[in-house]
């Protein structure tokens, strides 16, 4: 009989390699947890989903056709309202970020709501099964949703990201990045604007230099002022650039056409309203879209805030800079404007002054033809007015003086079909 070989402890104990060793494989283990758990716990990505909600029991309405009107935003926010309390009740309670409606439609029985909705989730998830989950919290929705009757079952689809920015340029107008991409506020902050802050600000070039502000009304409309092309009347010196540098446009296009009011008039500034068709369409963009035209009827509220925005100069007889600004200026009644210490009675109803009271933030020479909007209670943005004219720049009692979108609706819907 042979006895077993004992081996050697002191060969294979050594303690030194065995706490190495038992460390080494701790760590490499907890690493490779800790990644695991990273990626399938915490590394949540956006998915955005779009579909479409048929309302039948709401009454048939023009009003239902602009995002302008009050009975649009109302139908609007009650939608996103009950979308948003729904998944906020639902098992997406942490999943769900946000929903929007993009756009109402009319039908012959009832409205159409085309919705975006973002979620979170972790990389692991099953995108069939998510779909049908989520399909079943709306069906829930649409089935408890008290006095509106809607068609049941919806449907709804993955986007990617791309898509939900065309979604949003084509069907929407005046929405900014952050809304487009369902993500927290930007705050507008100081005097230089950012890439995307004022997507439907337009350089106009007269000879390849900054000339004049436009307004993005379209994929291939420009708003402006009149006086911009007084003695320049002729398309082909003319081209529209996008992005917030004028150095280095993300787009360039030639204008073909330009369409001035017949009865701009120089000496007292009225009418001073153009519309420019470019030469082909814009490439609609995050970054480079249209402004929300308002109603002709809306009343634009004295003291409201809103915004210019251009790359005039930064006073009086200076000289145009390269990238957009803004400033933040308050509507004044055409009343106060014409006060015998302000304009003294120069102010016409196709104007609208805008400033502060203490003066020093307004417009200047080179903003001319640029905007001034408004955001409204569903942070979309509205043209109010077009820089027109003003005595100096920033002078108290002496604010700029825009034209009155509103009053010209009707005439940007017959040169434009906008
Ligand atoms: N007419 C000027 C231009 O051609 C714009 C004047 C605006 N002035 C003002 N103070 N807001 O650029």
Redesign the pocket.
């Known amino acids: 009989l042979r006895p077993a070989r004992v081996p050697s402890n002191s060969r294979f104990l050594n303690p030194c390699i065995v706490i190495f060793i038992v460390v080494a494989v701790v760590v490499i283990l907890a690493v490779i947890i800790g990644l695991l758990i990273h990626f399938l716990a915490f590394d949540q990505k956006s998915y955005f989903y779009h579909g479409d909600i048929h309302i039948l029991n709401v009454k048939y309405s023009d009003q239902l056709n602009s995002p302008a009107t009050q009975e649009y935003k109302t139908l609007s926010n009650q939608i996103e309202s009950l979308l948003s309390k729904t998944f906020k009740e639902s098992n997406f309670r942490y999943q769900f970020v946000r929903a929007r409606v993009v756009k109402l439609r009319q039908t012959d029985n009832g409205v159409i709501a085309h919705i975006v909705m973002k979620f979170k989730f972790t990389r692991n998830f099953n995108g069939a099964s998510m779909k049908k989950r989520i399909e079943s919290v709306l069906n829930h929705m649409l089935n408890n949703s008290g006095n509106w009757e809607i068609n049941p079952s919806p449907e709804i689809k993955p986007i990617t990201d791309e898509e939900t920015v065309d979604i949003f340029t084509q069907t929407s107008c005046g929405a900014r990045p952050d809304l487009i991409t369902l993500s927290e506020e930007r705050i507008i902050g100081g005097t230089k604007a950012e890439e995307g802050d004022w997507p439907w600000q337009v350089s106009l070039r007269l000879n390849n230099g900054h000339f004049?502000g436009g307004i993005l009304i379209s994929n291939s409309w420009v708003l402006s002022a009149a006086?911009?092309f007084r003695g320049k009347s002729d398309p082909r010196q003319w081209t529209a650039t996008f992005g917030i540098s004028t150095r280095f446009p993300k787009q360039i296009i030639r204008v073909q056409t330009i369409k001035v009011h017949s009865n701009y008039i120089f000496a007292t500034h009225e009418n001073d309203i153009a519309a420019v068709k470019l030469e082909r369409s814009v490439k609609f963009t995050k970054n480079i879209h249209r402004v929300c035209l308002p109603e002709a009827t809306q009343n634009i509220l004295p003291n409201s805030v809103a915004y210019v925005t251009g790359w005039?100069s930064k006073r009086y007889n200076g000289h145009s800079v390269p990238d957009l600004e803004q400033a933040q200026v308050y509507i004044i009644s055409n009343e106060v404007c014409n006060a015998p210490s302000s304009y003294n009675g120069m102010i016409s109803s196709g104007m609208i002054c805008a400033g502060v009271p203490e003066g020093g933030v307004?417009?200047?020479?080179?903003?001319?033809g640029g905007p001034l909007v408004q955001e409204d209670s569903r942070r979309l943005w509205f043209l109010v007015g077009i820089?027109?004219?003003?005595y100096?720049?920033g002078l108290p009692d002496k604010p700029?003086?825009y034209t009155r979108v509103t009053a010209y609706r009707n005439w940007i819907r017959e040169h434009t079909g906008v």
């Open positions: 004049c006086h911009c005039g307004d417009a200047c020479q080179g903003d001319s820089v027109s004219w003003g100096q720049c700029g003086v």
